[in-house]
């Protein structure tokens, strides 16, 4: 699989401009809601929507490319980033500075809301006990990619499967 970076970048806008009112959307929440979209999408398609690599670290997830597709957003002035109070904590939170233009097909579009729709209401520390009994997150050790073939082992609760979609 290749790394597909437009995707990747137009679902991190996209992600962004859906969650922009939510004050607990950070760094760890936009990496665990990138990371069930593209395992979501496998467990309907067979594909990643995004072919990002995810590694199991002692935070929750950490997609290979998201760093560097931020920090690259960042100096094209597409996004800023704040690191805000939160609780008793300090998140970094992405900021969107342009409208966003991408455009999904109808079944990827479905598959994106759906899963944010799913996650949005937690926080960092609530998405990081959610992530700890998925079945892929689970299967790999500290420091190796998580297998999205392991979705497919997924209970009800994280299943999308289960739900008619529209566009399949």
């Known amino acids: 699989m290749h790394f597909d970076k437009d995707t990747y970048i137009k679902l991190l806008i996209h992600i ?4 922009y009112n939510r004050p607990q ?30 590694i199991k670290s002692k935070k ?36 969107l500075t342009i409208i966003p233009q991408a455009k999904f097909a109808e079944r990827e579009l479905e ?4 899963s944010i729709e799913k996650l949005i209401n937690h926080n960092a520390s609530s998405i990081a006990k959610y992530t700890r009994t998925d079945p892929p997150f689970n299967a ?8 999205c073939r ?12 289960k739900i008619k979609l529209k566009n399949k």
């Not at 598959?111 to 759906?114: A, F």
């Not at 790999?140 to 297998?147: H, P």
Request: hydrophobic share 35%; charged share 30%; aromatic share 18%.
């Open 25 to 54: 959307i950070g760094k760890t929440m936009l990496c665990t809601i990138l990371y069930f979209i593209d395992f979501n999408y496998y467990e309907i398609y067979g594909t990643l929507l995004t072919k990002e690599t995810y």
């Open 140 to 147: 790999a050790n500290l420091g190796e990619e998580i297998d």
């Open 111 to 114: 598959i994106i809301d759906l």
């Open 150 to 161: 392991y979705v497919f082992s997924r209970k009800k609760e994280y299943s999308l499967r």
């Open 60 to 95: 929750g997830i950490k997609p290979k490319h998201f760093l560097e597709i931020t920090r690259e957003l960042i100096e094209k002035k597409k996004l800023f980033l704040r690191k805000e109070p939160y609780y008793n904590r300090i998140i970094h939170r992405y900021y």
């Open 16 to 19: 962004l401009s859906k969650c």
